[in-house]
């Protein structure tokens, strides 16, 4: 049937819900009428919403069951209904939240599922096997890059098990505040992603020579997993594994090129290890996913972030771990959160990153609102507790078993909660520092987004947007609203797809094009 032959259909989300989303392609004229006898007073874009009754001045607008604006004029029914004729709620107190009060029955466990993974030295399992060189500060980004092109076209075609290599560029390390207490949070960040699952325990760091970020700051003695009894430091009694350290200013450094054909030198040590390591079949369990959404639009709450809440489920019972984020995309719905927590403490950890976040923004002299962006609001989204209500979707059912401050390593399976900004990039650059080695990302209005060092499955919200960018998506939970697929359905097909990327038998298509972003630490330390 083509779209034109459609007849004309809405999402309600709940029955207590006084507005419903367009689904059609291209949106509804004027004048449409639907069987319900309901008439479209004015041409209602897809993904936007349409009253299904009279709404007073003042009243409240209903959406997932939640107030998610009051009215600030009459609107009849049929009428569009976006962000200018809302008046957006106040943010709940975190106050008198409901603590630790949902008890869902367990689980069953869902067993049999496993992928083909490395295992580190840690215990910790890769999806891939990447050769990572950390910065210690911006100023030897342009040699590093230098360098991996070179170690990229000379050395990588020797390594034939090595997938890629990468550079850890980032702008901090130097005009910073570096004893600043909030500076904990980048330097923590850049030290746990140079750990990541994904690149084998290997260790190779480039600095500059004069910078704040000294090496031995950024990986303190005992925080370098021991390789082989190569990698021991000399210093007695020790197991540490050696600071791998290639300095730019070291004296030893004549020119350029000296610098590079270092930097060759010291990755060709750390390639002969990573190419000799082999996949092996381990349990679903040793999963470390995190879940995000950019771009979002009024679908995302309704196909693709509930198919990722279903996966999410999956991936709990088959005892997982899986990470979702987004602070400011989640705190119009806290108390829903804190309700989830498995323990009182956990609340309270919560509790805590949301007060920390109202502070930070209070600081920065704006609101919540300032989340919304113009293509949130163009795909449906009048305000930021229409966005949280969709967003907290992914994270499915279970319990939250934990919570992690930004730039912390997660050391416990089951559904955890991320503390990130809602940033696309610093949310996906601080769950790389949480540890995971797969990457789930939704969008309705289309991101190319994508990072170098774990495969990101992207899942479109709309079947317009798998269509018109059909070699960036991955998978289209647009079907659910077209009445092809079910949320279960797409949940499974992501499950299945998640072992197949981290055993390495399938690419994203973020992987084949090679397209990824530049990491972005979360610095709220002064610059000096």
């Given at each position: 049937m083509t779209e034109a032959a459609k007849p004309p259909l809405t999402i309600r989300m709940h029955a207590n819900d006084n507005v419903a989303i367009v689904a059609n392609d291209g949106g509804l004229a004027a004048g449409t009428?639907?069987?319900?006898?309901?008439?479209?007073?004015?041409?209602?874009?897809?993904?936007?919403?349409?009253?299904l009754v009279d709404i007073p001045e003042g009243g409240e607008v209903r959406r997932y069951d939640v107030v998610i604006g009051y009215a600030l004029k009459a609107i009849p029914a049929g009428s569009w209904v976006h962000e200018r004729l809302l008046r957006m709620p106040a943010a709940r107190e975190l106050v008198g939240l409901p603590i630790a009060t949902v008890k869902p029955p367990a689980m069953p466990p869902l067993e049999g599922y496993t992928f083909e993974g490395y295992r580190n030295p840690d215990g910790s399992v890769g999806s891939r096997?990447?050769?990572?060189?950390?910065?210690?500060?911006?100023?030897?980004?342009?040699?590093?890059?230098?360098?991996?092109?070179?170690?990229?076209?000379?050395?990588?075609?020797?390594?034939?098990?090595?997938?890629?290599?990468?550079?850890?560029?980032?702008?901090?390390?130097?005009?910073?505040?570096?004893?600043?207490?909030?500076?904990?949070?980048p330097i923590r960040t850049l030290r746990n992603i140079s750990l990541n699952p994904n690149f084998g325990g290997e260790v190779m760091v480039v600095s500059l020579g004069c910078e704040k970020l000294q090496p031995e700051r950024l990986m303190p003695p005992g925080t370098i997993p021991l390789i082989d009894e190569r990698n021991v430091a000399d210093v007695g009694d020790s197991a540490d594994a050696k600071l791998d350290v290639v300095c730019l200013q070291d004296e030893a450094h004549v020119g350029f090129m000296s610098m590079v054909d270092s930097i060759l030198r010291q990755a060709e040590e750390h390639l002969?290890?990573?190419d000799a390591r082999r996949r092996e079949t381990v349990p679903a369990s040793e999963l470390v996913v995190g879940v995000q959404c950019g771009g979002s639009d009024a679908f995302s709450g309704v196909t693709a972030n509930p198919a990722v809440g279903f996966c999410t489920?999956?991936?709990?019972?088959?005892?997982?771990?899986?990470?979702?984020?987004?602070?400011?995309?989640?705190?119009?719905?806290?108390?829903?959160l804190t309700s989830r927590a498995t323990t009182p403490e956990v609340a309270e950890a919560m509790i805590r990153e949301m007060a920390w976040y109202d502070a930070y923004l209070d600081k920065g002299r704006v609101d919540r609102s300032a989340n919304t962006t113009p293509g949130n609001k163009k795909g449906g989204l009048s305000n930021i507790v229409e966005?949280?209500?969709?967003?907290?979707v992914k994270s499915g059912s279970a319990p939250i078993s934990g919570v992690i401050s930004p730039g912390e390593k997660a050391r416990q399976k089951g559904l955890i909660y991320a503390a990130t900004p809602a940033s696309d990039?610093?949310?996906?650059?601080?769950?790389?520092a949480a540890g995971i080695n797969?990457?789930?990302?939704?969008t309705g209005r289309g991101t190319p987004y994508g990072l170098a060092e774990v495969p990101v499955i992207k899942v479109a919200t709309r079947s317009d947007l798998a269509r018109r960018w059909h070699d960036l998506m991955d998978v289209n939970a647009g079907r659910i609203a077209d009445g092809d697929a079910t949320i279960e359905d797409v949940g499974w097909e992501l499950f299945r797809l998640m072992l197949e990327v981290a055993s390495g038998r399938k690419k994203t298509w973020a992987e084949q094009w090679k397209l990824h972003n530049a990491l972005v630490l979360f610095n709220p330390a002064p610059v000096t």
């Amino acid at each position: 049937m083509t779209e034109a032959a459609k007849p004309p259909l809405t999402i309600r989300m709940h029955a207590n819900d006084n507005v419903a989303i367009v689904a059609n392609d291209g949106g509804l004229a004027a004048g449409t009428e639907f069987p319900s006898g309901l008439r479209l007073r004015d041409k209602v874009p897809q993904a936007h919403k349409v009253a299904l009754v009279d709404i007073p001045e003042g009243g409240e607008v209903r959406r997932y069951d939640v107030v998610i604006g009051y009215a600030l004029k009459a609107i009849p029914a049929g009428s569009w209904v976006h962000e200018r004729l809302l008046r957006m709620p106040a943010a709940r107190e975190l106050v008198g939240l409901p603590i630790a009060t949902v008890k869902p029955p367990a689980m069953p466990p869902l067993e049999g599922y496993t992928f083909e993974g490395y295992r580190n030295p840690d215990g910790s399992v890769g999806s891939r096997n990447i050769l990572a060189i950390t910065q210690t500060v911006q100023c030897v980004a342009g040699v590093t890059d230098f360098a991996v092109k070179r170690i990229k076209a000379e050395l990588l075609p020797k390594y034939p098990n090595v997938d890629d290599v990468v550079a850890l560029e980032h702008s901090y390390g130097c005009g910073v505040a570096i004893d600043a207490p909030d500076a904990i949070i980048p330097i923590r960040t850049l030290r746990n992603i140079s750990l990541n699952p994904n690149f084998g325990g290997e260790v190779m760091v480039v600095s500059l020579g004069c910078e704040k970020l000294q090496p031995e700051r950024l990986m303190p003695p005992g925080t370098i997993p021991l390789i082989d009894e190569r990698n021991v430091a000399d210093v007695g009694d020790s197991a540490d594994a050696k600071l791998d350290v290639v300095c730019l200013q070291d004296e030893a450094h004549v020119g350029f090129m000296s610098m590079v054909d270092s930097i060759l030198r010291q990755a060709e040590e750390h390639l002969e290890r990573l190419d000799a390591r082999r996949r092996e079949t381990v349990p679903a369990s040793e999963l470390v996913v995190g879940v995000q959404c950019g771009g979002s639009d009024a679908f995302s709450g309704v196909t693709a972030n509930p198919a990722v809440g279903f996966c999410t489920d999956l991936l709990v019972r088959a005892g997982a771990t899986v990470m979702f984020s987004e602070v400011t995309e989640v705190r119009d719905g806290i108390d829903q959160l804190t309700s989830r927590a498995t323990t009182p403490e956990v609340a309270e950890a919560m509790i805590r990153e949301m007060a920390w976040y109202d502070a930070y923004l209070d600081k920065g002299r704006v609101d919540r609102s300032a989340n919304t962006t113009p293509g949130n609001k163009k795909g449906g989204l009048s305000n930021i507790v229409e966005k949280a209500m969709g967003s907290i979707v992914k994270s499915g059912s279970a319990p939250i078993s934990g919570v992690i401050s930004p730039g912390e390593k997660a050391r416990q399976k089951g559904l955890i909660y991320a503390a990130t900004p809602a940033s696309d990039f610093i949310c996906g650059t601080l769950q790389l520092a949480a540890g995971i080695n797969l990457h789930v990302f939704t969008t309705g209005r289309g991101t190319p987004y994508g990072l170098a060092e774990v495969p990101v499955i992207k899942v479109a919200t709309r079947s317009d947007l798998a269509r018109r960018w059909h070699d960036l998506m991955d998978v289209n939970a647009g079907r659910i609203a077209d009445g092809d697929a079910t949320i279960e359905d797409v949940g499974w097909e992501l499950f299945r797809l998640m072992l197949e990327v981290a055993s390495g038998r399938k690419k994203t298509w973020a992987e084949q094009w090679k397209l990824h972003n530049a990491l972005v630490l979360f610095n709220p330390a002064p610059v000096t």
